[in-house]
């Protein structure tokens, strides 16, 4: 019986541990779902659906996007930036189990971060709304 009990509870703790690996954006604040370029809702919880355009804002430097971008092991495929002032980077994660998108050259990403005075967003696997 306590093979049994063992059994379930590292099924239990693996279940929680991917939901957390795959869940990156809930690492760095709390993720907003978008559809049709608006956000929805909250994503309240650990786990949203992977083909979920998801969204987290919140306030930094280029420097805090690129810890935000390393805390959920995204390597920069691409990086942008406009006569504006906006920067916009192009990444992939394997923690991020969003369908993979793909840039003219060829590049697969499927994280996407915008840098713009003082305002960081990061969302996969693209970035929605207004940056």
């Known amino acids: 019986?306590?093979?049994l009990y063992a059994v379930v509870i590292l099924f239990?703790?693996?279940?929680?541990g991917v939901a957390v690996w795959f869940s990156p954006l809930c690492d760095i604040g709390t993720p907003t779902a978008?559809?049709?370029n608006m956000?929805?809702?909250?994503?309240?919880?650990l786990c949203y659906p992977s083909d979920a355009l998801c969204?987290?804002?919140f306030s930094g430097s280029e420097k805090d996007m690129a810890r935000a971008l390393g805390s959920i092991f995204a390597v920069?495929?691409?990086k942008v930036k406009t006569d504006d002032?906006?920067?916009v980077v192009y990444a992939f994660?394997?923690?991020v189990c969003a369908p993979s998108q793909y840039l003219r050259s060829g590049e697969e990403y499927n994280v996407m971060a915008a840098y713009n005075s003082g305002n960081i967003s990061v969302g996969t696997p693209i970035l929605s709304g207004c940056y």
């Open 1 to 3: 019986m306590k093979t």
């Open 12 to 16: 239990v703790a693996s279940l929680l």
């Open 34 to 36: 978008y559809v049709d």
């Open 39 to 45: 956000p929805i809702s909250a994503l309240d919880g």
């Open 55 to 57: 969204r987290v804002d």
């Open 76 to 78: 920069t495929v691409k």
């Open 85 to 87: 002032g906006l920067t």
């Open 93 to 95: 994660s394997p923690r």
